[in-house]
């Protein structure tokens, strides 16, 4: 279960975020200016039900895996 940085409390995980005009949702990349190279996927998206914290964050370890790499060869 995953704990709301802002206040504790237990979060409501597997909630989504869509953009709306598009059926795309959001896709995270590894570069601010990058639109459809180095896309790492969708993030999970949990929200808390006491102070309406929204977390993202993402869980593919090869994703993470990837990114751990890029910050060793910056
Ligand atoms: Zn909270």
């Known amino acids: 279960m995953r704990k709301c ?3 504790g409390s237990d979060m409501v995980e597997g909630c ?3 953009v709306f005009a598009s059926n795309a949702g ?3 990349t ?5 639109k459809f190279f180095g ?3 969708s993030p999970k998206v949990a929200i808390c039900p006491q ?5 993202l964050w993402v869980e593919d370890r090869n994703t ?3 990114l751990a ?3 060793k060869d910056d």
């Not at 590894?30 to 990058?34: C, F, L, P, T, V």
Request: charged letters at 40%.
């Open 16 to 18: 989504g975020i869509r």
């Open 69 to 71: 790499k890029k910050l």
């Open 30 to 34: 590894d570069g601010e200016n990058k």
């Open 51 to 55: 102070c309406g914290e929204v977390s």
């Open 64 to 66: 993470l895996d990837k």
């Open 26 to 28: 959001i896709t995270l």
């Open 5 to 7: 940085l802002r206040c």
């Open 39 to 41: 896309r790492l996927g």
